[in-house]
């Protein structure tokens, strides 16, 4: 139904199913579609309608798209916490996680009488600092390692340091050590 809704253009018949089998959970049905389908966009605009309670809830097991619906609904503080869990979960890519940093610190900016709102920035600014540490590692270093910049994984603080004052840096000077007793602050107390 939800596909030939979809391919005849036809919203209002869909959005009438919805309603009409609303007491056999339809629409989680055309939700999970929607995702499967790769139609994200489509999902998000169903959030206009009356069935926006249903969406937050399905949407609670999808991150990756629930921050979106909370910006569209004005639920900045929430699009921020899980923007920041998303960033924190992050150990593929940098960027993603520089990204979701970003979009999490605009969100809490967006949402000015939130009482939680400058720690959830602080909090967001440190992570923010690790990234920075990151992209300021001595490229010759970086490529000994096989590292490639632009796709590079998360580092631990430790990893940071180590590529930061290891022998492999052999043009270490001031700086880079400076850069390391920075991330000591990072590190976890129980680590060497």
């Known amino acids: 139904l939800v596909r030939i809704c979809e391919e005849t253009a036809n919203k209002e018949r869909l959005e009438?199913?919805?309603e009409k089998y609303s007491n056999t959970d339809f629409s989680s049905h055309v939700y999970a579609?929607?995702?499967?389908?790769?139609?994200?966009?489509?999902?998000?605009?169903?959030?206009k309608s009356r069935h926006n309670p249903d969406l937050t809830s399905f949407l609670t097991y999808h991150n990756d798209i629930s921050w979106l619906h909370d910006i569209q609904t004005g639920k900045y503080?929430?699009?921020?916490?899980?923007?920041t869990a998303m960033?924190?979960?992050?150990?593929?890519?940098?960027?993603?996680?520089?990204?979701?940093l970003s979009l999490a610190k605009l969100a809490a900016l967006a949402n000015p009488e939130s009482e939680a709102r400058d720690d959830k920035i602080a909090g967001v600014?440190?992570?923010?600092?690790?990234v920075a540490a990151q992209e300021q590692l001595p490229?010759?270093?970086?490529?000994q390692f096989g590292f490639d910049r632009a796709n590079m994984r998360v580092l631990?603080?430790?990893?940071?340091?180590?590529?930061?004052?290891?022998?492999?840096?052999?043009?270490?000077d001031h700086i880079d050590f400076k850069k390391a007793l920075d991330l000591l602050g990072f590190v976890n107390l129980e680590d060497e």
């Open 16 to 18: 009438m199913l919805m």
């Open 33 to 47: 579609w929607y995702v499967k389908e790769g139609k994200q966009n489509r999902l998000l605009s169903l959030s």
């Open 77 to 83: 503080d929430q699009a921020a916490e899980t923007l």
């Open 87 to 100: 960033a924190m979960q992050e150990g593929e890519i940098l960027a993603r996680k520089k990204t979701q």
């Open 125 to 130: 600014e440190q992570e923010m600092c690790l």
């Open 139 to 143: 490229t010759s270093v970086l490529s």
């Open 156 to 172: 631990t603080p430790r990893e940071m340091i180590e590529l930061y004052i290891g022998d492999e840096n052999v043009e270490a």
